[in-house]
T-cell receptor, first 113, second 109 residues
Framework: GAVVSQHPSWVICKSGTSVKIECRSLDFQATTMFWYRQFPKQSLMLMATSNEGSKATYEQGVEKDKFLINHASLTLSTLTVTSAHPEDSSFYIC?????????FGQGTRLTVV | DAKTTQPPSMDCAEGRAANLPCNHSTISGNEYVYWYRQIHSQGPQYIIHGLKNNETNEMASLIITEDRKSSTLILPHATLRDTAVYYCIVWRGSEKLVFGKGTKLTVNP
């Protein structure tokens, strides 16, 4: 199946700094990518829908100024967590869709200290 | 909100079949039933999907009831590596995926 590569797989940052997470579709073009967040022992929660060449659509309760999403090409979407705080520590996962299948990245474990 | 209901946890002996149920009584005619699983600290992995016929691939079988209100994922010979959270999702394929709480399957030696 298609491959979605997410980088980095884990990151530790200091409180107040920003962190960028990349999501690439390696062998298909994704006009739409999705970003999820997962806290320990919980399910994946959709944060936003990333549309190539246009603004992302955020789910209710997700701060768009804190979680900046850029989808500049058909194979790359980025999520930047700005001014990260310990409560932003979580597992972040991206996905790209191809026809009727969804392919997920490996996830990024963010720890803010 | 997720449109599916699954038991929170199940146990299975290694080498035996694991049967994971899912209720989706409000499924629409153009929605498929998808199954994904998530092994600890990894992204979800696609397993199988179907519309109304039963499906089988190298990983699992999917049995969908005639009224499409429920389905069962079958792992024919569970191994320790099948220990994961299994998500049943109804999806048209053109919009966002909504995950429920899934079933935590533990395969015991």
């Amino acid at each position: 199946g298609a491959v979605v590569s997410q980088h980095p797989s884990w990151v530790i940052c200091k409180s107040g700094t920003s962190v960028k997470i990349e999501c690439r579709s390696l062998d298909f073009q994704a006009t739409t990518m999705f970003w999820y967040r997962q806290f320990p022992k919980q399910s994946l929660m959709l944060m936003a829908t990333s549309n190539e060449g246009s603004k992302a659509t955020y789910e209710q309760g997700v701060e768009k100024d804190k979680f900046l999403i850029n989808h500049a090409s058909l194979t790359l979407s980025t999520l930047t967590v700005t001014s990260a705080h310990p409560e932003d520590s979580s597992f972040y996962i991206c996905s790209g869709h191809q026809t009727t299948e969804a392919f997920f990245g490996q996830g990024t474990r963010l720890t803010v200290v | 909100d997720a449109k599916t209901t699954q038991p929170p946890s199940m146990d299975c002996a290694e080498g035996r079949a694991a049967n994971l149920p899912c209720n989706h009584s409000t499924i629409s005619g153009n929605e498929y039933v998808y199954w994904y699983r998530q092994i600890h600290s990894q992204g979800p992995q696609y397993i199988i999907h179907g519309l109304k016929n039963n499906e089988t691939n190298e990983m699992a079988s999917l049995i969908i009831t005639e009224d499409r209100k429920s389905s069962t994922l079958i792992l024919p010979h569970a191994t320790l590596r099948d220990t994961a959270v299994y998500y049943c999702i109804v999806w048209r394929g053109s919009e966002k995926l909504v995950f429920g709480k899934g079933t935590k399957l533990t395969v015991n030696p």
